[in-house]
Nanobody
Framework: QVQPAESGGDSVQSGGSLRLSCAVS????????????VGWFRQASEEEREWVAS???????NYAESVKGRFTISEDNAKNTVYLQMNDLKPEDTARYYC????????????WGQGTQVTVSS
């Protein structure tokens, strides 16, 4: 399975937490790319899709400034899952969240999931 599959979206109140999951096949990704990133992006209504966080298959992580200190990206290789733990959620975090995978050497070509909706009410 190369195309990611997201889950975990929900409606929560401001200050709450959610954990999103992205099912990926680490074996398939390594076979296909050797070195790759798995990333979370989000797209709010009427807005462009924006990058949120990403994790390299060798462990490095990166975060957008808007989520740094509140969101944590991690992976469970045994479960072939990448997580996005989101704490202290704010109404401006409301968006559809997408998981994507791409090769380190070809960042312009991404495989996208269908997304999962996160709604944060004030």
């Amino acid at each position: 399975q190369v195309q990611p599959a997201e889950s975990g979206g929900d409606s929560v109140q401001s200050g709450g937490s959610l954990r999103l999951s992205c099912a990926v096949s680490r074996h398939d990704l390594i076979s296909r790319y050797r070195l790759y990133w798995v990333g979370w992006f989000r797209q709010a209504s009427e807005e462009e899709r924006e990058w949120v966080a990403s994790i390299h298959n060798r462990g490095a992580t990166n975060y957008a400034e808007s989520v740094k200190g509140r969101f944590t990206i991690s992976e469970d290789n045994a479960k072939n899952t990448v997580y996005l733990q989101m704490n202290d959620l704010k109404p401006e975090d409301t968006a559809r969240y997408y998981c994507a995978t791409w090769a380190v050497l070809d960042p312009g070509k991404k495989d996208w999931g269908q997304g999962t909706q996160v709604t944060v009410s004030s």
